[in-house]
């Protein structure tokens, strides 16, 4: 039987309010953290040419936020370097435009100036040649290097009083090299589950596993 610590917690919550005990939590402020490795989340048009006319993306794994897929297919990405990054994973729905996720580590590899960006903020940013089983696909822009940022439903960003765009700091108060990450964006919606996502380099920087868990502080 698999058991929900989180519907335990709430219940025995329950049960000590209408008990009228206060329930002092300190975990209030804790956020789980998903480690995005490199991926590529590709338009319609770009499915069709690396992968041939009228093909569809297919969902192999749910991520955590709602709607989102990893897909089955992978692919091969080259820079100015010539030095190719081969299997990596496409993100599904399919979007409006292509965009290129690597962490800095990889920017090296493939010899790109990726900058530090908001996802869907493309805007100037350097391309990179795509390569699939059906065709190759040359972007002029779309690779970037995600910002650190966390996901919330409307209520979590109540709950940690906090908007859609604000920017807070993380204390990562676990494990043998604990640091504070400042500037990170808190992005609200109702499509969003409370989450923190940074990339592989961030992670192993400070050793922290996908489900470790942050804290969000005020200063
Ligand atoms: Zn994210």
């Known amino acids: 039987m698999a058991i929900d610590v989180s519907a335990i917690t709430a219940a025995v919550r329950t049960v000590l309010e209408t008990q009228g005990i206060a329930v002092v939590s300190d975990t209030s402020d804790m956020v789980p953290v998903g480690v995005s490795n490199r991926h ?3 338009s319609k048009e770009h499915v069709e040419a690396l992968f041939g006319k009228g093909y569809e993306l297919q969902p192999m794994k749910e991520l955590s936020q709602p ?5 089955k297919e992978q692919l091969t990405i080259i820079g100015p370097s010539m030095r190719p990054i081969e299997k990596v994973r496409v993100l599904g729905p399919v979007r409006k435009a292509t965009q290129v996720e690597i962490s800095r580590t990889d920017s090296y590899t493939l010899k790109v100036k990726a900058p530090v960006r908001e996802s869907g903020k493309i805007e100037g940013t350097p391309g990179l040649t795509i390569v699939g089983p059906k065709g190759v696909v040359t972007i002029d822009q779309g690779c970037i ?6 996901h919330m439903s409307p209520a979590d960003g109540e709950a940690f009083k906090v908007k859609d765009g604000e920017y807070v700091n993380v204390l990562v108060d676990d494990g043998e090299r604990r640091t504070k990450w400042f500037d990170v964006q808190v992005r609200v919606s109702p499509d969003f589950r409370l989450e923190m996502h940074v990339d ?14 942050v804290r969000v502080v005020k200063d």
Do not use: E, S, Y
Not at 67 to 71: E, I, M, P
Not at 203 to 213: Q, T
């Open 40 to 42: 590529i989340h590709l």
């Open 67 to 71: 709607g989102q897929f990893a897909c």
């Open 145 to 150: 290097i995600a910002n650190r940022h966390i």
């Open 200 to 213: 592989t380099d961030d992670a192993n920087a400070v050793g922290l596993p996908c489900g470790g868990k």
